[in-house]
Structures are given as structure tokens and as C-alpha cells.
């Protein structure tokens, strides 16, 4: 999961501190691109960690039973993914507007939470079996993180830049649009397999490439930025260059 939205996310995060700063004097500047790189995290993220909790069970079907228990702890990671992808520019915010500190306290709390999370879960859990003790794990993540870093995003997003709740709206609803439709889709294929009776590992490459095809479509269609930019890396890349056309 973390693998994931290191992937899906880096090319954002990598450029989003020097994007934020030089917007440091513009409250609205500042918010519009604070309000830009939460969006297109959201985007490629939600749809793609809702989907893969949707699909955990193929595990089993790709690398064997012994792999079963690892099912309810991806689903649960999956929410934790999320959490994720929203709280990714809390601190290339705080530095943006020149908050180390702050930046260094909300690591150092949301670390204390975490170890003290998943101590207290594990003590708790010590005699449950396994298909317990690793969702509980997960939800001790989940659970440090709601106490400590989304408040930290809701007080940058509603105090800090004075984020109205139409922009938020405008925010999360691309991820939803894309993700929603995606999920239904491959939720009603998992079914048809089923009621069909395909083979499952037929049945899962299927869905692979049928809500792979569908969510890209739907990417594309949901921001137009996206969009754009697609297009014109396919234009540059079909023109042929001058010195080509030269010979």
C-alpha cells in the first residue's frame, strides 16, 4: 500500500514545497495550489487503493492460501491509503509557510501515537489469532493518524489558507467520480463471473483489463488537466521530430 501511493504520488510531492512557497505571500494563490496537489492525490489514489481492497481476495488466487490472511489487513490499508493521500502535503505546507516546528511537533506526536497504538493493540490482541491481531494493527495505524494528522490537515485547509467548502467539494469530487463508477463496475464483474461460473483467475485478468480500460477513460474524462496533458504527450509523440522530418 505504501509502495502505492509512493508510485502514484511522487512526482506531486516532489515538486509540491517549491510550488507552495513561492505562493507564501498570495492567500489565494497559496490556497488554489494547496487545493491543486490535494485534488490530483486524491484522483489517482482513491480509485486505485479502492479497487485493490475490492480485489484483495485474487491474492489467494495469485500466490496461494498462505496468503489469506493478509485479505482483511489490505482492505483495511486501503482506508488507511486514503487517510494517506489526504494528509500527504500536511507538512510541505507548514514549510511552505515557514512552520518547522509545527512540522517537527505533528511528526513527533503522530509518531508517539502510532508506537502507542500499536503497543496497546498488540497487548490486547496478544492471544487472538492472526486474522485478528493484523487488522488490528492496521486499524491502530488508522486510528494515530485520525487523532493527530487530519486534524493538522482540516486546521491548514479551514484556518490556515481559508479553504471554503465549495473548493473542498471541488476537491474530492473528481476521486469520487472516478472511483465510485470504477468499483461498481468491477464489483458487477466479480459477480457475473461468479453467476457465469469463470474460472477465477480468467475471470480476475478480465477485470484487470476491462476496469483498468474504464477507470483510465474515466481519469481523463474527470479533469481536464489530466486530460490535456495526456493528449499532448500523445501529439508530441506522434509529430515527428525536425530533424527527423529533415531527413
Not at 505571500?25 to 475490492?54: H, K, N, Q, T
Request: with cysteine; proline share 6%.
Amino acid at each position: 500500500i505504501e509502495l502505492v501511493i509512493t508510485i502514484v504520488t511522487r512526482a506531486v510531492w516532489h515538486v509540491s514545497f517549491p510550488y507552495l512557497a513561492e505562493a507564501k505571500g498570495d492567500e489565494a494563490v497559496l490556497r488554489e495550489r494547496i487545493g491543486s496537489c490535494l485534488r490530483y492525490s486524491l484522483l489517482f489514489c482513491v480509485p486505485i487503493v479502492a479497487l485493490m481492497g475490492l480485489e484483495s481476495p485474487a491474492l489467494i488466487l495469485l500466490m496461494g492460501e498462505e496468503w489469506k490472511e493478509v485479505v482483511p489487513v489490505i482492505r483495511v490499508l486501503s482506508v488507511y491509503a486514503v487517510i494517506r493521500a489526504m494528509i500527504l502535503f500536511n507538512g510541505q505546507l507548514l514549510l511552505a509557510r515557514s512552520r518547522p516546528r509545527t512540522f517537527s511537533v505533528v511528526v513527533a506526536v503522530q509518531c508517539v501515537a502510532t508506537i502507542l497504538g500499536v503497543v496497546v493493540v498488540s497487548l490486547f490482541l496478544r492471544n487472538a489469532p492472526l486474522n485478528e491481531q493484523l487488522p488490528g494493527i492496521a486499524w491502530a495505524r488508522i486510528a494515530a493518524y485520525s487523532v493527530v494528522s487530519i486534524p493538522t490537515l482540516g486546521y491548514l485547509v479551514f484556518v490556515s489558507v481559508r479553504m471554503p467548502v465549495v473548493e473542498v467539494r471541488a476537491v474530492i469530487t473528481p476521486a469520487l467520480l472516478v472511483a465510485l463508477p470504477a468499483f461498481a463496475l468491477d464489483l458487477l464483474l466479480i459477480w457475473a463471473g461468479h453467476a457465469m461460473g469463470v474460472p477465477p483467475v480468467a475471470s480476475f485478468f478480465a477485470r484487470v483489463v476491462i476496469v483498468g480500460s474504464a477507470t483510465a477513460a474515466l481519469l481523463l474524462s474527470a479533469d481536464r488537466s489530466v486530460r490535456d496533458a495526456v493528449l499532448g504527450r500523445l501529439r508530441a509523440i506522434r509529430r515527428p521530430s525536425a530533424a527527423a522530418v529533415k531527413e
